[in-house]
């Protein structure tokens, strides 16, 4: 009886080519996760589906699978039905990874200088980290902002000497909930506040989900406003009924913007337009040849889908990053090409401002965005947009 129920309890091996066709083996980031896993559930729905396999494990340790001689994971893994559902699977040999996928730079991470030859950084969708506190309607936090300095001394010395209420509660930094030095989310925020990563003051937290648990928890035992972390916005945005972002004042900057153009909103503006600072691509690092394409093409197709290279007729890819907390690139205005670094005027080859604005206010186009009709997305110009915004995309007017 023993034996039988211990059989009930193992894992389904992630290897199952029935369960799991045509694999594709990711790793790192664990910020990134609800938007994967919404991608992951609507390549099950291709043609020849493809099943994404993912270890969240850090951004740092998805830029090492790849950097370094070992390319390979094993123990547990995520696979996603097309409905959504999640399914913990266990690796049943050491699997190649194909896909490390990080928040930050490669060369963001400890000892990494610059990627080998072999190796190739596909930028995704913009990731957004910030500081953020309890919320919701009970046991909230009454601080609503944060500034470069008070950031710096509230992680870098801990409790900061009392210097920055209401985070000088506990002498050991309980309520200060942060990541380890592999995560992306911390290497971010580290570069943008100038604390080193090895530095940082708080308690440790394995994914973005512990630390979201461990925020409530603090909330929950009457020390809201003593308590203080650091997510992604795809993990804070699935969780606004308790947690909520601060607003940050970048050095340099007047006032404190929210990522978003006010805490009720999910337009993302402030990053979007350059006001928030706090942000970056996703980037996804695989094997690729000397002309510079993946090896592997079932990564190719992944990579394709994640970053809006090609935009699927079965999958509405905008929709999926909105919900996902993401920002595609085709709705940014500025871009930057190192971590946390200088911002420069961006327009993109195709726009999907409208798109993007009407996904994040649940399907409702915001005011000056016009519906068009547009020959299934092929961007053509259309007898229904007029003035500066001639270009129909994705069934709105933009102006290119």
């Known amino acids: 009886m023993l034996s039988m129920a211990l059989a009930g309890q ?12 045509n694999r594709v083996y990711v790793a790192g980031s664990s910020a990134v996760k609800p938007f994967v ?29 790849l950097v370094t001689s070992t390319h390979t994971i094993s123990g547990t893994a995520s696979v996603w039905s097309s409905a959504g559902a999640e399914t913990s699977c266990t690796l049943n040999a050491a699997e190649t ?14 000892g990494v200088t610059a990627l080998p030859s072999g190796v190739a950084d596909f930028e995704g969708p913009i990731q957004t980290m910030v500081f953020a506190v309890p919320g919701g309607t009970t046991n909230a936090s009454n601080r609503t902002s944060i500034s470069y300095e008070a950031a710096y ?36 925020i580290a570069t943008a506040i100038d604390v080193p990563a090895a530095k940082w003051k708080g308690q440790v937290n394995a994914n973005g989900g512990a630390l979201l648990t461990a925020l409530k928890a603090a909330a929950a035992a009457s020390h809201a406003d003593a308590s203080i972390g650091i997510l992604s916005t795809d993990v ?16 340099g900057q007047d006032c404190a913007y929210w990522p978003d153009s006010t805490p009720q909103e999910r ?13 970056g691509p996703l980037h996804m690092l695989t094997n690729v040849d000397g002309s510079g394409v993946p090896t592997d093409a079932s990564a190719q197709k992944v990579i394709d889908y994640l970053s809006g290279a090609v935009i699927p007729t079965t999958i509405d890819l905008i929709a999926v990053e909105s919900k996902g907390g993401v920002v595609p690139k085709c709705a940014m205005a500025v871009k930057r090409t190192s971590e946390v670094g200088p911002l420069m005027s961006y327009q993109p080859p195709k726009s999907c401002v409208c798109k993007f604005e009407t996904e994040a206010a649940g ?30 995309n994705f069934h709105y007017c933009e102006v290119q």
């Not at 001394?153 to 380890?180: E, I, K, S």
């Not at 337009?267 to 942000?279: F, L, P, Q, S, T």
């Not at 005011?367 to 947009?385: K, Q, R």
């Open 267 to 279: 337009d993302k503006a402030n990053v979007r337009d350059g006001h928030y600072m706090i942000w």
């Open 236 to 251: 804070m945005d699935a969780n606004r009924d308790s947690v909520k972002a601060l607003a940050y004042q970048h050095k």
């Open 37 to 65: 896993a919404l991608v992951a559930a609507e390549l099950r729905t291709l043609p020849t589906p493809i099943t994404l396999v993912y270890q969240g494990a850090g951004s740092c340790t998805g830029v090492n699978l």
């Open 153 to 188: 001394l509230t992680f870098g010395l801990g409790h900061n000497g009392g210097m920055v209420a209401p985070w000088t509660d506990d002498a050991n930094d309980l309520y200060m909930q942060v990541r380890n030095s592999s995560s992306g989310t911390l290497q971010m």
């Open 97 to 110: 990874v194909n896909i490390g996928l990080s928040d930050v730079y490669a060369t963001t991470c400890p």
């Open 10 to 21: 193992a894992k389904a091996q992630c290897e199952d080519d029935t369960a799991n066709p």
């Open 363 to 392: 399907g409702v186009p915001p005011t000056g965005c016009h519906f068009c009709n547009n020959n299934n997305n092929t961007g053509n110009n259309s007898s229904d947009c007029t003035g500066s915004a001639k270009k129909c």
